[in-house]
């Protein structure tokens, strides 16, 4: 049974609105709605001082969704607006992130140092990393899942979550079909393949269905696909962030705790200029940079085995000197790496002791280091970040 805006309508005027008074539909509250795969989206405009307060609106508004007769799922956000005049509110200058030299279970952490967490805010995940890039089409998902099994190659438990909305490619470079399992409450129980647990907004709808949403729709998507999925325990989450810097890329970079960033470009000048721009982003949200990877450095001919900059070399590594990062590796364009991308079958996971996969595994390890240095305890395996 299909599902109409209609329906969903109709519904939600049976939600009262603030303060009791008339029903969130008619009061203007409801944004367009959006369906896809029976499951339904959209968003509520409240008053920005009243956000918090009206969280249990937003419930309601879920709720009342989720019994429609057809509906498998039902995706709600609130979207703070300000009176005509009013000024935005202040938002408060983060504070750099610290390292917490703490143990196993919160204890205290070297003298001057604050106390420790055990966990960083996601619980069971010991560390976050973010794979990004200042543009799109420049090798950062099929980057992020190889780093991601070298990682894991290295003996950590590791997670990959696919924080590209509008364009998820988790599902396909790691050859993963089906459906979340909804677990008790609002859980989901990730999908998995290769040893590694993995989330995408590519499980929720087909492969062609266009993501038309704005801003806050998106924020809240990805809060539940970071905070309601069972990870278990995981010492690494590689998220792989949507390309660009924009509203979404910032919010995501300011709300999850990361524990520091990968950068991928390509060598070309062009392509620099929109690397800086998320160093910079991650920068202004005190993430510490991990480092720079220069993917489709180099092109070797498998027919004659002459070696071709075709994009030019070693940009991304002068860059690294210029701005005081840690320089993690050169990745050749190479058709095995396309090939076993596109096939869902990844070349660190399927042929770990080839040429390309070795790359991969150089770079995990060079990530691995730049974490425990940035941990300052050589005694833990991985680092944990503290914001207060």
């Not at 049974?1 to 519904?11: I, P, Q, R």
């Not at 917490?100 to 140092?113: L, M």
């Not at 459906?179 to 040893?195: A, S």
């Not at 701005?323 to 790496?337: R, T, Y």
């Amino acid at each position: 049974m299909s599902v109409s805006k209609e329906d969903v309508l109709a519904k939600l005027k049976s939600v009262k609105g603030p303060d009791l008074e008339g029903n969130i539909v008619d009061l203007g509250l409801v944004s367009e709605i959006f369906i896809a795969d029976a499951k339904v989206y959209f968003s509520l405009t409240v008053p920005a001082a009243r956000a918090q307060e009206l969280e249990p609106l937003r419930e309601a508004a879920e709720r009342a969704a989720k019994t429609i007769s057809g509906v498998k799922g039902a995706m709600v956000a609130l979207t703070a607006s300000r009176e005509p005049g009013a000024a935005p509110a202040a938002s408060p200058r983060p504070e750099p992130p610290r390292a917490a030299h703490a143990h196993a279970h919160g204890a205290q952490g070297q003298p001057g140092q604050p106390q420790g967490r055990a966990k960083a805010d996601v619980p069971g995940i010991s560390t976050i990393i973010a794979v990004a890039s200042g543009k799109g089409g420049v090798g950062k998902s099929t980057t992020a899942v190889n780093l991601a099994l070298g990682l894991q190659a290295s003996g950590l438990k590791v997670g990959v979550l696919d924080a590209d909305i509008y364009g998820p490619s988790m599902p396909r470079l790691l050859g993963i079909s089906g459906r979340p399992e909804q677990l008790e409450g609002r859980m989901l129980k990730p999908m998995e393949n290769y040893g590694l647990k993995v989330m995408s907004m590519g499980f929720m709808v087909e492969e062609d269905t266009p993501m038309i949403w704005r801003g806050p729709m998106v924020m809240s998507a990805l809060n539940q696909m970071l905070r309601e999925v069972a990870w278990g325990e995981l010492d690494v989450l590689v998220v792989d962030m949507p390309p660009g810097t924009g509203d979404a890329q910032l919010t995501m970079a300011q709300n999850v705790p990361l524990a520091g960033a990968v950068i991928v470009s390509t060598p070309q000048d062009l392509a620099l200029i929109d690397a800086r721009k998320g160093i910079n982003m991650f920068n202004k949200v005190n993430v510490p940079v991990l480092g720079i990877v220069e993917n489709m450095s180099y092109f070797v001919c498998p027919d004659c085995g002459g070696r071709h900059d075709i994009f030019g070399h070693g940009g991304a590594r002068d860059e690294a000197t210029r701005i005081g990062v840690p320089f993690l590796g050169e990745v050749p364009l190479a058709m095995p790496i396309r090939e076993t991308s596109d096939a869902g079958r990844p070349v660190v996971a399927t042929a770990a002791d080839g040429p390309h996969a070795k790359v991969y595994l150089e770079i995990a390890a060079r990530v691995r280091a730049r974490l425990e240095e940035l941990s300052g305890d050589g005694a833990r395996v991985m680092p944990e970040i503290v914001f207060e």
